[in-house]
Structures are given as structure tokens and as C-alpha cells.
């Protein structure tokens, strides 16, 4: 049981590149979101998904798009990505009596 | 105003003291509260769930007033080990009651 994996655990890309972030849960969990997290900053949510096929914007969804194709896993896309972007990008899922599992996270840096 | 608030840091106390987080939140709809401890930019891990009869575990200590729409964390007799960044988090039923953060607060206890 592997709880919540994302991948890449690093990456630097250029301005204007994109890129997907994969997070993949094996818990059978319905919701699922995507945080980033920057020097002094809490947690702030960019997109969420209360289940298969469906997505919603959170506190900061702009500049990203998600999907939820399959129920295990949760992508986070960045079109064009911008210096803005760094960040440390958290993934989690929950139970429906919200217990949440975070992945260890995804370091990128854009230059 | 941000929906979590948290004292500012950091904090630096010696091994043996005590210590006293506060956080404040602003949604009188919130349903659930947590502490979550996090190291070194690592995934946040929780902590303690955060009760109205106010809960305890070892050393720590958490309490809810509801009608003052706060929260607090006590720690006792401060290990190196504690030494990390506490966040301050709540549900609220909406975002598909993501975790809603503070910005975190850091405690460092040295020898």
C-alpha cells in the first residue's frame, strides 16, 4: 500500500515550458487535491476533486488546469509555466471521515 | 481577512519549556480543526485532531473555543525533536472540505 505517490519529486523547467504533475493514490479515496506551499506559506489549495471525472477550483487555481480521468489518479498541468510557479507542490487524499494521506511532494523551480 | 491566522514565528524557546500556539479562523461554518507538524518542507503530518472538550496526547495538549473561533497548541517540557513548523488547519463545507491552512508557525528548541 504506497498511500499517496506523486511524480516528479523534482523538476526545473523554463518559462513557458509546460508540464504535468502526476499524483496516484491506491487507497480508493474519492477526494483528492492538489496544494502549493512557498517560503513562509501555509498549504494553499489550487484545484480539488470530490470524484471521478469532476474538478474544482480552490484558493489559487490560476495558471493550472487539472483532470481526473480515473479515480486513482490526479493531474496537475501547468501550460506555461511562469517564475511565479516555484514551488513545493503537495498532493492529498481523503477519506470520508477525513483523514487525509499528503504525497511527499513535487520541488520545481522555474527559471 | 485570511480564513486561518496564526501567532507569527518563530518561536525559540530552550528543552523543557513550555510553549503556546494560537490561531484564530474566520468561518463560523468551520467543522473540523487539526494541528498538523511539518518538517523541513517535508508533507505535513498530523499532529492532533482539535476537539471542543479540548484533547491531550503526552505532551501536547489542543483546545477549541467555538465561540471565540480559536485554537491553540500546547507543548510541555519542549524536546529538540519538537523543533518543526505547526499549522493551524480546518475544514469548512465547501472547496470538498479541503483542508484550509494557516501560514504556519516554527518552533525551534535548542539545548
Known amino acids: 500500500n504506497a498511500g499517496v505517490t506523486q511524480t516528479p519529486k523534482f523538476r526545473v523547467l523554463k518559462t513557458g515550458q509546460s508540464m504535468t504533475l502526476l499524483c496516484a493514490q491506491d487507497?480508493?479515496?474519492?477526494?483528492m487535491y492538489w496544494y502549493r506551499q512557498d517560503p513562509g506559506m501555509g498549504l494553499r489549495l489550487i484545484h480539488y476533486?470530490?470524484?471521478?471525472?469532476?474538478?474544482a477550483k480552490g484558493e489559487v487555481p490560476d495558471g493550472y488546469n487539472v483532470s481526473r480521468l480515473k479515480k486513482q489518479n490526479f493531474l496537475l498541468g501547468l501550460e506555461s509555466a511562469a517564475p511565479s510557479q516555484t514551488s513545493v507542490y503537495f498532493c492529498?487524499?481523503?477519506?470520508?471521515?477525513?483523514?487525509?494521506?499528503f504525497g511527499s511532494g513535487t520541488r520545481l523551480t522555474v527559471v | 481577512r485570511k480564513e486561518v491566522e496564526q501567532d507569527p514565528g518563530p518561536f525559540n524557546v530552550p528543552e523543557g519549556a513550555t510553549v503556546a500556539f494560537n490561531c484564530t479562523y474566520s468561518?463560523?461554518?468551520?467543522?473540523?480543526f487539526f494541528w498538523y507538524r511539518q518538517d523541513c518542507r517535508k508533507e505535513p503530518k498530523l499532529l492532533m485532531s482539535?476537539?471542543?472538550s479540548g484533547n491531550e496526547d503526552g505532551r501536547f495538549t489542543a483546545q477549541l473555543n467555538r465561540a471565540s473561533q480559536y485554537i491553540s497548541l500546547l507543548i510541555r517540557d519542549s524536546k529538540l525533536s519538537d523543533s518543526a513548523t505547526y499549522l493551524c488547519?480546518?475544514?469548512?463545507?465547501?472547496?470538498?472540505?479541503?483542508?484550509?491552512f494557516g501560514k504556519g508557525t516554527t518552533l525551534s528548541v535548542s539545548s
Open positions: 492529498a487524499s481523503r477519506t470520508v471521515n477525513y483523514g487525509y494521506t
Open positions: 482539535v476537539y471542543s
Open positions: 468561518n463560523s461554518a468551520s467543522q473540523s
Open positions: 476533486s470530490v470524484g471521478e471525472g469532476t474538478t
Open positions: 487507497m480508493n479515496h474519492e477526494y
Open positions: 488547519a480546518v475544514i469548512i463545507n465547501q472547496a470538498g472540505t479541503a483542508l484550509i
